[in-house]
């Protein structure tokens, strides 16, 4: 599996971005995914994840009803839309690919991970 995340950016408190994590030897459409996000001096926390049908989704409660978790599996992309954000949003975000098909917010759960990207938001 070999994840490619993208979409970060410098962006003002209350503005949309939209990462995408593209999976380009196309191994990951069975497994759950997820996104993580590391702040500078902090452990890698999770997001979002999703299930490997897209179907069943679970969110940090700090993101919750302001980012959504999708995938497209005819085109092995994981998605994550994120509105409204908010300066504690700032971090690198990972996306990585499960060991199993469900949704898991366990980090030790995850096998493959993407190189990260790097969202600022500023107040």
């Known amino acids: 599996v070999q994840l490619q995340a993208s979409g970060g950016g410098l962006v003002q408190a209350g503005a949309s971005l939209r990462l995408s994590c593209s999976d380009a030897?196309?191994?990951?459409?069975?497994?759950?995914m997820g996104w993580f996000r590391q702040a500078p001096g902090k452990e890698r926390e999770i997001v979002a994840t999703?299930?490997?049908?897209?179907?069943?989704?679970i969110y940090a409660d700090s993101v919750k009803g302001r980012f959504t978790i999708s995938r497209d599996r005819s085109k092995n992309t994981l998605y994550l839309q994120m509105d409204s954000l908010k300066p504690e949003d700032t971090g690198v975000y990972y996306c990585?690919?499960?060991?199993?098909?469900?949704?898991?917010?366990?980090?030790?759960?995850?096998?493959?991970w993407g190189q990260g990207t790097l969202v600022t938001v500023s107040s």
């Open positions: 990585a690919a499960a060991r199993s098909s469900s949704a898991s917010t366990r980090i030790e759960s995850y096998r493959y």
């Open positions: 030897r196309r191994t990951s459409s069975n497994n759950g």
């Open positions: 999703v299930d490997w049908r897209g179907g069943s989704t």
